[in-house]
């Protein structure tokens, strides 16, 4: 492996490296927003949300990229429906 520059290839270029599939290694995570329910266990009891939140989708094998911001909007919302819930 040559140890030369590498700063070019992080630059702006048609295939962005954070959107490349680091599954299959051929296709790129395409954006999509999904409508996600579920039940998150807390100390008061079960509370159930219903988020809606950008997951990448790979466009070749189908894999799931849950990023930050998906599963801080996810926190988010399991936060206030525990504000909800009675003492
Ligand atoms: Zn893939």
């Given at each position: 492996?040559?140890?030369g520059s590498t700063d070019k290839s992080?630059?702006?270029?048609?295939s962005d490296p954070a959107d490349f599939c680091y599954i299959?290694?051929?296709g790129h995570f395409v954006r999509h927003d999904r409508e996600v329910a579920f039940h998150q266990s807390t100390d008061?009891?079960?509370v159930f949300c219903r988020v809606v939140v950008?997951?990448?989708i790979c466009n070749q094998c189908?894999?799931?990229n849950w990023d930050e911001a998906a599963e801080?909007?996810?926190?988010?919302?399991v936060r206030d429906?525990?504000?909800?819930?009675?003492?």
């Open positions: 492996m040559a140890r992080w630059g702006m270029s048609d299959c290694r051929k008061k009891g079960y950008p997951i990448g189908g894999s799931q801080a909007i996810i926190e988010a919302a429906e525990y504000d909800k819930l009675p003492d």
